[in-house]
């Protein structure tokens, strides 16, 4: 049977996220760009960040030909960064037009692959806040992959009924693409619902064969098909150990009074994991669920007081019961790297990352 690592330890309430923001050539250098006279309202320049891409912030993306974006300026005072609703105008050439603007944000729409400058600039005075690269480049393939899921060659299995997932533009450089334009449908008996540009819930999945189409704003289509299963033949644990230790599926799992591990779990199908499947959880002993409202399929789990524990996952009838120790402070087994967990998965309800062990 496949393993799908995924495990972190922290210190109970320690999690903080960090936004990642694509600085301005301003924000970048100190001073002010060549030939360009600059606004003293931003003696530091500005911020800059698109979309989120499957849930994640992480500054501007490169944009697909013929799609869309919106640019959101942030300002940075004092170690605090906030909207810049400060009124502007944008400009910008070379393939990027602009489509609106309303402080802070401004949509562009790629008429051509490339890179270009997006200038914000005073709508009085024409002075520069800042202005920031932005680029586009032609899809080369787009696909459709369960929220949380990594971009394994493995095969992957929905579970019919209801399930959400990402879809993915790249560029030929297999760069991710945005395009908050694009669409997803799906052929009879499945109704499709956007949670935003690039994350839908997929419902009502028939058992077998389902077709989806991603059509850009280009015009483009592209055909996906997905398979659903409405069973499962057993359930993996999916933790990260040493690869040197013996029987690591068999061992108890470690951690210290008042600290959470995650621990997620993978429904399998011929060998091969099962997204989009409601999970219950069952503990004894001196361990609590910290995302007991919503845990999907990870839980984190939380270390009480010392002795054993267990907790026992369930989905479609099939179960797992995970032996857990919880040791005084300082005494548990320091897991492998966690090097395949993302925040997102850990904050959120939805699945955590599959990878090769």
Known sequence: MNTFPYALTMAAGAVALAACDTAGHRAQT??????????????HGLLFHGPPVAGIRAGLR???????????????????RRAFD?????????????ASVDAPEVEIVAEAAGTTELRLVDEDTGELFDMVGVS??????????????????????????????????????EDA????????????????????????VLENLEVGENSLT??????????????????????D????????????????VELDVDQIISICFAGVYEGDPVVGLDWSYELEGPIALANQDDPGRCAHVHGESAGEGT????????SLAVQIEVLEPGEAAALADPRSVGFADLLGPTPGHRAAP
């Not at 100190?30 to 003696?43: A, K, L, M, R, V």
């Not at 490169?62 to 170690?79: C, R, S």
């Not at 991603?214 to 359930?235: C, K, L, M, Q, R």
């Open 30 to 43: 100190g001073g002010c760009p060549e030939g360009e006279t600059c606004s003293d309202i931003t003696p």
């Open 86 to 98: 400060h009124p502007f105008d944008a400009t910008a050439k070379d393939g990027v037009r602009i």
């Open 214 to 235: 991603i059509t850009t704003s280009a015009g483009d289509s592209h055909e996906e098909v997905i398979e659903a299963v409405d069973t499962i033949d057993g359930i």
């Open 136 to 173: 586009a480049a032609e899809i080369d393939s787009a696909s459709v992959a369960p929220s949380g899921y990594d971009g394994s060659d493995s095969p992957v299995f929905f579970a019919s009924g209801t399930s959400q997932v990402v879809v993915s533009l790249r560029s030929e450089a």
């Open 311 to 318: 907790l026992t996952a369930s989905a479609e009838g099939e």
């Open 177 to 200: 693409l945005v395009d908050e334009g694009m669409e997803l449908s799906a052929a009879a008996g499945a109704d499709v619902e956007g949670r935003a540009w690039d994350t839908f």
């Open 237 to 252: 644990r999916t933790l990260l150990w040493d690869d040197d230790e013996p029987d690591s599926e068999q061992r108890a």
């Open 62 to 80: 490169p944009m697909a030909v013929g799609g869309t974006q919106t640019v959101t300026a942030l300002i940075d005072e004092d170690g605090e």
